[in-house]
Protein backbone atom coordinates (compact mmCIF):
# COMPACT_ATOMS: atom_id res chain seq x y z
CA UNK A 1 0.00 0.00 0.00
CA UNK A 2 1.53 3.57 -0.85
CA UNK A 3 1.68 6.39 1.42
CA UNK A 4 1.93 10.14 1.18
CA UNK A 5 3.57 12.28 3.28
CA UNK A 6 2.47 15.40 3.60
CA UNK A 7 5.71 18.38 4.28
CA UNK A 8 4.86 21.49 5.72
CA UNK A 9 7.64 24.15 6.37
CA UNK A 10 7.28 27.72 6.61
CA UNK A 11 10.14 29.96 5.30
CA UNK A 12 10.56 33.76 5.79
CA UNK A 13 11.09 35.56 2.71
CA UNK A 14 14.71 36.15 3.11
CA UNK A 15 15.40 32.38 3.39
CA UNK A 16 13.49 31.28 0.31
CA UNK A 17 16.64 31.24 -2.45
CA UNK A 18 18.66 29.45 -0.08
CA UNK A 19 15.51 27.13 0.75
CA UNK A 20 14.65 26.30 -3.03
CA UNK A 21 18.73 25.27 -3.31
CA UNK A 22 18.29 22.58 -0.48
CA UNK A 23 14.84 21.29 -1.22
CA UNK A 24 16.25 20.83 -5.17
CA UNK A 25 19.17 19.08 -3.20
CA UNK A 26 17.08 16.99 -1.60
CA UNK A 27 15.04 16.58 -4.35
CA UNK A 28 17.56 15.06 -6.61
CA UNK A 29 18.30 12.35 -3.96
CA UNK A 30 14.80 11.74 -3.26
CA UNK A 31 14.82 10.88 -7.40
CA UNK A 32 17.62 7.57 -6.54
CA UNK A 33 16.06 6.59 -3.81
CA UNK A 34 14.08 2.74 -3.56
CA UNK A 35 10.04 3.04 -3.35
CA UNK A 36 9.93 6.63 -4.23
CA UNK A 37 7.29 7.35 -6.57
CA UNK A 38 6.43 10.89 -6.83
CA UNK A 39 6.45 14.26 -4.98
CA UNK A 40 5.31 17.91 -5.53
CA UNK A 41 5.88 21.40 -3.85
CA UNK A 42 2.76 23.73 -3.53
CA UNK A 43 2.70 27.26 -1.86
CA UNK A 44 0.08 27.76 0.75
CA UNK A 45 -2.13 30.43 -1.66
CA UNK A 46 -3.31 32.57 2.00
CA UNK A 47 -0.51 32.18 3.90
CA UNK A 48 2.74 32.97 1.92
CA UNK A 49 5.42 31.83 4.09
CA UNK A 50 4.29 28.11 3.97
CA UNK A 51 4.71 25.61 2.10
CA UNK A 52 3.63 22.04 1.48
CA UNK A 53 5.67 19.35 -0.31
CA UNK A 54 3.22 15.80 -0.91
CA UNK A 55 6.02 12.98 -1.12
CA UNK A 56 4.44 9.32 -2.28
CA UNK A 57 6.10 6.51 -1.63
CA UNK A 58 5.25 2.78 -2.55
CA UNK A 59 5.89 1.87 1.75
CA UNK A 60 6.29 3.21 4.74
CA UNK A 61 9.28 1.24 5.31
CA UNK A 62 10.54 2.76 1.75
CA UNK A 63 9.72 6.56 3.73
CA UNK A 64 11.50 5.58 6.86
CA UNK A 65 14.60 4.26 4.62
CA UNK A 66 14.92 7.62 3.09
CA UNK A 67 13.73 9.37 6.66
CA UNK A 68 16.92 7.73 7.92
CA UNK A 69 19.46 8.13 5.18
CA UNK A 70 22.37 10.38 6.32
CA UNK A 71 22.68 12.18 3.06
CA UNK A 72 18.98 13.52 3.22
CA UNK A 73 19.49 14.15 7.34
CA UNK A 74 22.77 16.34 6.40
CA UNK A 75 20.25 18.53 4.01
CA UNK A 76 16.88 18.38 6.67
CA UNK A 77 18.99 19.52 9.46
CA UNK A 78 20.43 22.53 7.48
CA UNK A 79 16.93 23.47 6.15
CA UNK A 80 15.48 22.94 9.77
CA UNK A 81 18.08 25.67 11.15
CA UNK A 82 17.96 27.82 7.95
CA UNK A 83 14.10 28.41 9.19
CA UNK A 84 14.67 28.24 13.09
CA UNK A 85 11.97 25.66 13.55
CA UNK A 86 11.72 21.79 12.38
CA UNK A 87 9.76 20.45 9.58
CA UNK A 88 6.47 18.99 10.13
CA UNK A 89 5.66 15.49 8.79
CA UNK A 90 2.15 13.84 8.70
CA UNK A 91 2.08 10.28 6.85
CA UNK A 92 -0.99 9.33 5.55
CA UNK A 93 -2.28 5.58 3.35
CA UNK A 94 -3.39 5.90 -0.27
Known sequence: ???KI???RKVQDKNVVELTML?????S???EQPGYISGETLSRIDR???CMV???WRSVEDWNNWVNNPKRIEIQTRIDTLLGQET????YSA
Not at 23 to 27: F, N, P
Not at 88 to 91: G, K, P, Q, S
Open 29 to 31: LTL
Open 6 to 8: FIK
Open 23 to 27: LKKLR
Open 1 to 3: MSV
Open 88 to 91: EYAM
Open 48 to 50: KDE
Open 54 to 56: VST
